[in-house]
């Protein structure tokens, strides 16, 4: 049978203040009061029924994903003692489903993406089920047709077609998130995807691969299934790696019997991974702000602001030309637009000089 799991264990570190310790950017209700873990949830419907949808999260997160997905039976809420990367969030979800059904074929799918429309994702999910059940080698990785020179997103570079799907490549390789010109000589190309971070592929196929690459995670995360109650002392232990340098990778690169192909989605595809990508998400004032809440800007251009403390606070902006500028209750911040991505160093310093709680 098929099952989804959602991934939604990601603290948000660089929309700080928005998200902190406690609150990951994946529960805040940013999209007229859903969140990107009800989104992510909502583009779903009707591919499977809620009792093969599960989440994987911190364990802090999992009373909060409960009450944003009552849909959702506990047990169906998998709890991370503490993040370990990418790979350890889809072996532990892949070992539990395999237990549950040995022949599952399980999407992985991100709650920090906003997508449309959602019938053309999917219409390309749907196919990506097909070719995991068609070719049980097969690891499937969703690749997002560009629609800029995007320096901020990974890349797949593709390769000849899959026989007897359309639509469908094999993988030659992954690319890292790019210099401007590499970027524009990828889109140029046309034979580069957005890396969109989601993938297909049977449970017991991506066991069997970290049997092959990485056999002491494999034994592990089997481990945790068989004994739930070891889950803090074996957990911690996992090596500490994204499933793209542990998997998907070394699978292109024709390191195991595996193969890596890729779906496309000809989609609007957003990664709220930082303020830049959130301001293409926000209105506009008239001086070209990226606006949210009860603001003011005079001669201000190019600026992002953000007020977040309620209705009876503004955030006015005088003369700023690219800057970053994010109210909270807790926190304020202040920065050149230029330095978003810093945004988690700020965040290590504010622990260490203000205090935790602030963090």
Partial sequence: MRYVVIMAGGSGTRLWPLSRQGRPKQLLGLFEGKSL????????????????????????????????????SPVNILGEPEGRD???????????????????????VTADQVISPVDEFQRSLTLAFEVAEQRPSALVTLGVVPTSAHTGYGYLHRAELLTGFDGVYHVAEFKEKPERDVAQRYLDSGEYWWNAGMFVWRAATLLGQLDQL????????????ARPDRLDELFP?????????????????????????????????????????????????????????????????GCVVVNAVGPDHVVATLGLTDCLVVATPHATMVANLDDAERVRQLVDLVRTEAGPEFA
């Fill in 214 to 225: 990485l056999p002491a995670t494999a034994q592990t995360v089997r481990e945790i299934v």
């Fill in 237 to 301: 232990t996992l090596q500490k790696i994204s499933v793209d340098y542990a998997v998907m990778e070394p699978v292109s690169q024709g390191r195991t019997d595996a193969e890596v192909v890729s779906v496309g989605l000809a989609i609007d595809w957003r990664d709220v991974g930082g303020f830049v990508s959130l301001a293409e998400l926000l209105s506009r004032d008239a001086g070209g702000n990226a606006v949210d809440g009860r603001t003011v800007s005079l001669d201000s251009r």
């Fill in 86 to 108: 990418s790979l350890n969030a889809v072996a532990w979800s892949a070992a539990v489903v395999a237990d549950r059904d040995p022949d599952a074929v399980v999407a992985m």
């Fill in 37 to 72: 873990l009800r989104l992510a949830f909502e583009r779903l419907d009707g591919l499977v029924p809620p009792d093969r949808i599960l989440v994987c999260t911190g364990r802090a997160y999992a009373d909060d994903v409960a009450d944003q997905l009552p849909e959702l």
